[in-house]
T-cell receptor, first 112, second 113 residues
Framework: DAMVIQNPRYQVTQFGKPVTLSCSQT?????MYWYQQKSSQAPKLLFH???????NEADTPDNFQSRRPNTSFCFLDIRSPGLGDAAMYLC???????????FGPGTRLTVT | DQQVKQNSPSLSVQEGRISILNCDYT??????FLWYKKYPAEGPTFLIS?????DKNEDGRFTVFLNKSAKHLSLHIVPSQPGDSAVYFC????????????FGQGTRLTINP
């Protein structure tokens, strides 16, 4: 089945220790998104890619970076996690020109 | 500034009855709206959508209504089933925009037997 996969599902990191979350997709969609969702809040878009064209949201902290080495994979790097970065991180994909996004199961990040 | 709001954090409905989930938006430029459903430990999954040129879209038990003048949309589920228990998110976007969705904070729907 075509899908969006996120690894790991649960990640624990220490305050200030860099962490990378990964997302892969078998849908062959050219648009990929990273969202941050805190408890009982709306998913908040951090950035997205059209193919390799990176688009950062204006309020995304510099602490968050992303890489997309190819169509299938996308990574979220948090350079120096703070306690406030503990959240669910959702990856999504879509075909350019459509509005329906397909989500992975998310990675829950804990910062100790 | 939250552009899409779901003011009811939770809703409890008896099985077989109608569930009505509400969503308000502030940006009058939004012209395409979606509803997503999320089970625990899974990502959101697309449920139904509506363009601003329509005021109603129906798919089986699910109907979305759009009131542009009130900047309000609602999702009706009839009849409600236990498997409908989930968190429901509404989202909005601009058809000519950057293909980004703005989400509400979700409503947890519980269907009671």
């Amino acid at each position: 089945d075509a899908m969006v996969i996120q690894n790991p599902r649960y990640q624990v990191t220490q305050f200030g220790k860099p962490v990378t979350l990964s997302c892969s997709q078998t849908l062959n969609h050219n648009v990929m998104y990273w969202y941050q969702q805190k408890s009982s809040q709306a998913p908040k878009l951090l950035f997205h890619y059209y193919d390799k064209d990176f688009n950062n949201e204006a309020d995304t902290p510099d602490n968050f970076q992303s890489r997309r080495p190819n169509t299938s994979f996308c990574f979220l790097d948090i350079r120096s996690p703070g306690l406030g970065d503990a959240a669910m991180y959702l990856c999504a994909t879509s075909r350019q020109g459509t509005y329906e996004q397909y989500f992975g199961p998310g990675t829950r990040l804990t910062v100790t | 500034d939250q552009q899409v709001k779901q003011n009811s954090p939770s809703l409890s409905v008896q099985e077989g009855r109608i569930s009505i989930l509400n969503c308000d938006y502030t940006n009058s430029m939004f012209d395409y709206f979606l509803w997503y459903k999320k089970y625990p430990a899974e990502g959101p999954t697309f449920l139904i959508s509506i363009s601003s040129i329509k005021d109603k879209n129906e798919d089986g038990r699910f109907t979305v209504f759009l009131n542009k003048s009130a900047k309000h949309l609602s999702l009706h589920i009839v009849p409600s089933q236990p498997g409908d228990s989930a968190v429901y998110f509404c989202a909005a976007t601009l058809i000519q925009g950057a293909q980004k969705l703005v989400f509400g904070q979700g409503t947890r729907l519980t269907i009671n037997p």
